[in-house]
Nanobody
Framework: EVQLQASGGGLVQAGGSLRLSCAASGFTFEDYAVAWYRQGPGEPREGVACISSADGTIYYLDSVKGRFTISRDRAKNTAYLQVNSLKREDTAVYYC??????????????????????WGLGTQVTVSS
């Protein structure tokens, strides 16, 4: 059974940090790019970051560049999203997702154009002022 389990969300003050984790099982993790998405209240879902399956190239949404860092630990079948300098507008449910053999460096369209193969349940991040 394929599973992507996101965790690590919470309530944090503006300027604070969290580390989100995405534990994968049921598929060959190393063959998949892993992405983080978020959906805020009344907002469409948007891709926040993605780390490629093969070459490790990374995509970031412009508004999170310099504040968020995506990484993966192949030995633990887990991906992470370190979120720093949080702002109120970062409040959202954060989801992790995976797509087989996807490489950021070969994108020819905006990231959100590409569909994902697997999705996990989200983890809530709430940033207070």
């Amino acid at each position: 059974e394929v599973q992507l389990q996101a965790s690590g969300g919470g309530l944090v003050q503006a300027g604070g940090s969290l580390r989100l984790s995405c534990a994968a099982s049921g598929f060959t993790f190393e063959d998949y790019a892993v992405a983080w998405y978020r959906q805020g209240p009344g907002e469409p879902r948007e891709g926040v970051a993605c780390i490629s399956s093969a070459d490790g190239t990374i995509y970031y949404l412009d508004s999170v560049k310099g504040r968020f860092t995506i990484s993966r630990d192949r030995a633990k079948n887990t991906a992470y999203l370190q979120v720093n300098s949080l702002k109120r507008e970062d409040t959202a449910v954060y989801y992790c997702a995976a797509r087989r053999n996807f490489t950021v460096a070969t994108m020819t369209r905006p990231f959100d154009y590409y569909s994902m193969d697997y999705w996990g349940l989200g983890t809530q991040v709430t940033v207070s002022s």
